[in-house]
């Protein structure tokens, strides 16, 4: 298995769907963009949004795993994948790179 880097491409924010709909919360998101993380294997980078994970940990683990062109080669990089949160509200953008170094 290979360590798999995640860093944070860009944050969205739709406010017109927050003020209609979500009630207010306090700290919903503390990504950064530029934030990067590494994910060791299967193990969930210390600090990362565990809601962010629950959406990023199938491709985390398939590149992890040497899986490449993912999506019929949708990524320039064969070995990377961008991927979403689910927070409707405000999405992260994620780009997913796997390294050449081995997970613990």
Not at 70 to 82: F, H, I, Q, V
Request: overall charge negative.
């Amino acid at each position: 298995m290979k360590k798999v880097r995640i860093t944070v491409m860009r944050i969205a924010r739709y406010d017109d769907l927050i003020s209609e709909y979500e009630n207010p919360i306090e700290h919903a998101c503390f990504m950064q963009t530029g934030q990067v993380f590494v994910a060791d294997g299967w193990v969930c980078p210390e600090g990362f949004c565990q809601s962010a994970w629950e959406s990023v940990s199938p491709f985390v683990m398939a590149l992890s795993n040497g899986a490449e062109n993912l999506y019929d080669g949708w990524m320039k990089n064969p070995r990377s994948a961008m991927i979403s949160c689910n927070d409707g509200f405000r999405p992260v953008s994620f780009l997913l790179e796997a390294m050449d170094e081995d997970a613990g």
